[in-house]
């Protein structure tokens, strides 16, 4: 049973325990306890873990690509591979794993360096999590240009989202938002 799971049967207990009309609740009428973030931060990677396959992707600074997801390490990792349409033999990286209670990425960028990212926040349902900057490696200066930032929302519909922060002098020069798509064949445009 995953560590999701095993939260979610426990707090059903409580709050079947508590009696009628009391669900989220414990006896004592408080809330019910909030998700470890060890477990928040587990299902939030099975949310990754997900994705595997391809994807096309369109951003709101007009470029579009395509990504292919793996699941690698004996699925200790999920790699992210992606390429723009303009420059297909350019791609860029990105890796997510857990390491310990916490969510992980490394951003292997065509900026030249590569951010390491921590997930500081992840939604009680892990649809939506925030990663914010843990360091730099290769990083030329502290006033280099880096992402420093990645929100991703993963929707109903199977769709995802995801919001990129660049930073520059430690302020953000600019961000964008790129909607995601599975890759359904050849015939599948983005919009």
Known sequence: MTPTALWLLANATIALAAGPGSAGLTDAG??????????????????????????????????EETATYRVIARGS???EESSFRESPEESMVTLFHLDG?????????EAGNQPRMVATAISPDAREVVFTLLDVTNLSSPDAGHMGRAEFRFHDDGTFTSRWS?????????????????RDGETVAVH
């Open 30 to 63: 408080a809330p019910a306890p909030e998700m470890p973030a060890a477990t928040r931060a587990a299902a939030a990677f099975e949310r990754f873990r997900g994705l595997d396959g391809a994807w096309l992707a369109s951003s709101t600074k007009g470029w």
């Open 77 to 79: 990792a999920v790699l």
């Open 101 to 109: 209670d916490r969510l992980m990425l490394t951003h292997y960028c």
């Open 166 to 182: 660049f930073l520059k002098g430690g302020e953000e020069v600019w961000a964008e938002d790129v909607r995601h798509q599975r």
